[in-house]
């Protein structure tokens, strides 16, 4: 999260054209921006002051400054100009003139909250300070502990981290003088002095606070970036509350069934409520007769004291009418902090119940998710399967979408590729493509991916063998269509034939070429520009030179680098195919399969080898790390989203433990001695020697094929930091932090011409969040949509009730028999005791499976045999299989055996 403002004047004047609000902003003022702006500019508390008073609820007077004080005081070294405190000290008289008290003098001073207020909640991490005002001069004169408890409460969060006596330990007088001596040490006991320079000081200690560690942390884990720029203070008088609490409009544990308003009350003020510190007195309140239909247990075995007791009688239902009121006034199950005193109610703070909210907001993703696929059915297009794209590139953001959208598109990169190989990708695949972004994930229409070879192509998938086995979408289509023989078919057939042939010579004349190379180190496409990072000078760019620079990158790793990776990988799967088609012909699945692991665990991978190599001394020397990060800086976990940070910004998340060493024998073209005769010797024994040398020849190819897609793909991911460089530049120059990759490439643009898109931003992020909880089937269906929808979004955690047996069959991608304790999370693997683990997921990103190296076995969702994560499971002889749904069947720490052999995973 960026704290200091900075400044763009390269970005035009009309971006920062957003309403005029004064700096500070009291409760009972109009505002001149829309909701969404309010809460951003006030903060949550300032913004719900204001929505509060305007409902008719009494209110506490208050001002707020607002978060562009924060990013000033931030600009300014963490300060401010004597100008702009003058504003505050006479805010400070507008509470005196309502309240009739004098701030920090007079028999009864009046005292204020100073309370945070980021427009994101940040639950007990911002500073609170009550009682702002109370001076020690002022004190040391007072005979009343009450004062003293009041004076405590606000000099304990001046002291910060300082180690303070425990409360109750010591007489309040001792434990006050006790903190004043630890505030004499930092330099702050003479602030309190002087009623104005305590504000001045507690006003800044809560600036201070939004850039606190834990404040950036929570920010990071949540996605919360520079769209929130700062924080709001809003400084309020204290109301002397004998009762506080906090209000539920409806049961937060059970707000679909449970009709009832939630009171939880504490005697005095609610920061023993909201700290944690304090068992409170629960009242429950039947919200269309407004009755109290029980005292909740926690405080029922409890005497209840007299001040608690007061509010029950006197003030419980005028609570909950009011809280009613302003639910309809709100539009939403609201939580609301109020105080209670001799019958008088008054509310600090609403906002509505995030429990509820997100179960809302989840639904109604989820519904417009299954409109839009219902629509796409009646468009033609309502058979989706997960596309091989998804297993490295899971859930992407917008802005990671967008470019691969374009390049996956028939016009795209792709396409190009396609037409080199002799392919003839029609009009329709090449201006709306052939994938879709459906609940977060990559799904392909099958029909249209044939469009991608040729749109008169009499060949289509069969959907019911795709519903039954997904994978058979890389084996290309079967299935003749009828609905090709019009009577124009047989003028069409000509040209199918010879786009067919041309594709066929043309392939086998690119494999040719790739095979022969020497190691594949050149470059295979023609006229590639050596790869290099950019440099520093993008500081100095302006932002439109900064776009130019982005499209310049973005062609370099798509049009470029990213047939290095494809070009080989699409002859990978051809002639494994042909090796895959032959040994099972010859020997059956029982025999052919284990023939064909061995040989796919043959296969090398130099990328690999040489990451092992170097993170072999990682853990004992800081130089190897240093070398690491040289070679493979550009790479790292979830390596193809943009928004990942790779390993030479994280340097942290470099795996620092002992590795398992890789299996191969090096990216020589020919097959190892043993395989040559285990595959002699199996064949021999079927009677048909004389295919040897074709199947072996075919093998050959695959593996160097694969050895060259991981080369190529490790030159992509370097092209590929590259854009990755010019977008976190971007995002610091707008200011716009991780929310830059919830926004397309148009839609930058615009924002950097002034167009508003923080509405979008939050709602996105808020639907990638929805489907990153959600697991879609590997086929969708318009037809079936809703009820797959239903039943996954339902389903019970733990075990199935159809699982019989205690086993559930399984997709071999990599053999062997481990067991271990379930883990849901690669990062908590490395934690756990090395062979012990089997990690349970929906996919794994290649870049994280250096970090897998103390696992027993991994079961995912989905996958291929010849997916990169296959691939570099059986190069760490990792028992790797299939099966679909898994995460909703198991539990963290259950015991499960993964057999890879046999293809089931036991539960013990």
């Not at 009739?100 to 909250?113: I, M």
């Amino acid at each position: 999260m960026t704290r200091s403002p900075g400044t763009r004047s390269d970005v035009v004047a009309a971006k920062d054209a957003t309403p005029i609000w004064p700096q500070i902003h009291f409760w009972n003022q109009p505002c001149p921006g829309n909701e969404t702006e309010t809460h951003r500019v006030l903060g949550g508390k300032g913004a719900s002051l204001v929505r509060m008073h305007a409902a008719g609820l009494t209110v506490p007077p208050a001002f707020t400054l607002t978060t562009a004080v924060c990013q000033r005081y931030f600009a300014e070294n963490r300060s401010l100009p004597r100008e702009f405190w003058k504003k505050v000290w006479q805010a400070v008289a507008e509470l005196e003139r309502c309240t009739g008290q004098s701030f920090g003098a007079g028999q009864a001073p009046l005292t204020v909250a100073v309370r945070s207020g980021a427009p994101a909640s940040m639950p007990g991490l911002m500073a609170t300070i009550l009682h702002c005002g109370l001076v020690e001069p002022y004190v040391r004169h007072i005979d009343d502990e009450t004062i003293w408890h009041n004076f405590a409460s606000f000099i304990e969060p001046l002291c910060g981290a300082a180690t303070l006596p425990p409360p109750g330990s010591l007489p309040i007088r001792a434990y006050c003088d006790a903190i004043l001596r630890t505030l004499e040490e930092s330099g702050r006991r003479a602030a309190l002095q002087d009623p104005w320079d305590s504000l001045q000081l507690a006003i800044s200690l809560i600036f201070d606070s939004w850039d606190s560690d834990a404040v950036r942390r929570y920010s990071e884990a949540r996605g919360l970036t520079a769209s929130v720029e700062g924080t709001a203070v809003t400084v309020q008088v204290m109301f002397a509350a004998d009762v506080s609490g906090v209000a539920f409009s409806r049961n937060p544990l059970d707000f679909e069934s449970d009709d009832h308003l939630v009171v939880e009350t504490v005697a005095g003020l609610g920061t023993a409520l909201v700290g944690g510190r304090a068992t409170p007195d629960r009242w429950q309140v039947e919200r269309k007769l407004l009755t109290c239909v029980k005292q909740a247990d926690s405080s029922a075995s409890r005497e209840i004291c007299p001040r608690i007791q007061d509010f029950a009688d006197r003030g419980l239902l005028p609570l909950c009418r009011e809280l009613l009121r302003l639910e309809n006034h709100w539009g939403a199950a609201l939580d609301v902090e109020f105080g209670y005193s001799d019958g008088q109610l008054v509310f600090f703070q609403a906002r509505p119940i995030e429990t509820i909210r997100e179960q809302l907001q989840r639904e109604q993703i989820l519904a417009t998710e299954q409109l839009r696929l219902e629509q796409l059915g009646n468009a033609g297009r309502g058979f989706w399967v997960r596309h091989n794209l998804a297993e490295t590139l899971p859930l992407p953001t917008p802005l990671t979408w967008d470019l691969w959208r374009q390049f996956m598109s028939g016009s795209g990169g792709y396409g190009d590729l396609h037409r080199r190989l002799g392919f003839q990708p029609t009009r329709r695949v090449c201006s709306e493509g052939f994938l879709e972004l459906l609940y977060g994930r990559i799904y392909t229409d099958p029909r249209r991916l044939t469009e991608m070879f040729c749109g008169a192509w009499p060949l289509v998938f069969d959907q019911d063998q795709l519903r039954a086995d997904p994978e058979l979408l890389r084996a290309g289509p079967t299935r003749f269509d009828v609905e090709q023989l019009d009577p124009w078919f047989l003028l069409r057939w000509p040209f199918v034939g010879l786009v067919m042939a041309r594709a066929r010579r043309r392939m086998q004349m690119v494999g040719d070429q790739l095979f022969q190379a020497d190691r594949s180190d050149r470059q295979i496409v023609q006229g590639a520009r050596p790869l290099e990072l950019p440099g520093s000078d993008l500081v100095d760019l302006p932002v439109p030179r900064l776009f130019e620079r982005l499209d310049e990158h973005c062609q370099r790793a798509f049009h470029e680098a990213a047939c290095e990776m494809l070009l080989p990988g699409a002859l990978a799967v051809a002639s494994w195919s042909a090796v895959e088609r032959d040994i099972l012909g010859i020997l059956g699945a029982e025999s052919g399969r284990p023939l064909l692991n061995r040989l796919l665990a043959d296969i090398p991978d130099p990328i690999l080898d040489r990451q092992h190599q170097l993170l072999e001394h990682v853990p004992s020397s800081p130089q190897s790390l240093s070398k690491f990060l040289a070679e493979f800086g550009h790479r790292g976990p979830n390596e193809l989203e943009l928004s990942a940070p790779r390993w030479r910004e994280c340097p942290e998340l470099v795996p620092r433990h002992p590795q398992r060493p890789p299996r191969g024998r090096g990216p020589g073209l020919r097959a190892t001695w043993h395989v040559v005769r285990e595959v002699a010797r199996a064949l021999s024994a079927a009677g048909a020697s004389s295919l040897q040398g074709e199947i072996l020849g075919q093998y050959c190819r695959a593996r160097k094929f694969l050895v060259q897609r991981e080369q190529g793909k490790d030159r992509f991911l370097r092209a590929y930091a590259g854009i990755r460089v010019v977008t976190e530049e971007l995002a610091r120059r707008l200011k716009l932090g991780n929310d830059l990759y919830f926004l397309t490439v148009a839609e930058l643009r615009a924002f950097s011409q002034g167009a508003e898109f923080h509405g979008q931003i939050a709602y996105r992020k808020t639907e990638r969040a929805v489907f990153q909880s959600f697991s879609p089937p590997l086929v969708l269906e318009s037809e079936t949509g809703h009820s797959v929808v239903a039943r996954i979004d339902k389903a019970p955690r733990g075990r199935l009730p159809g699982m019989r047996h205690r086993e559930i069959g399984a997709k071999v991608l990599s053999a062997g028999r481990a067991s271990g304790r379930v883990v849901l999370d690669w990062r908590a693997s490395a934690q756990r005791q090395p062979g012990t683990t089997v990690l349970v997921c929906r996919t794994i990103d290649p870049g994280a499976l250096p970090l897998l190296a103390h696992l027993s076995a991994v079961v995912v969702e989905e996958g291929g045999l010849l997916s990169h994560v296959a691939v570099l499971a059986r190069r760490l002889s990792l028992p790797l299989v299939v099966v679909p749904q898994i995460t909703l069947q198991v539990k963290a720490g259950e015991l499960i055996q993964v057999d890879a052999e046999q293809g089931v995973v036991r539960f013990s």
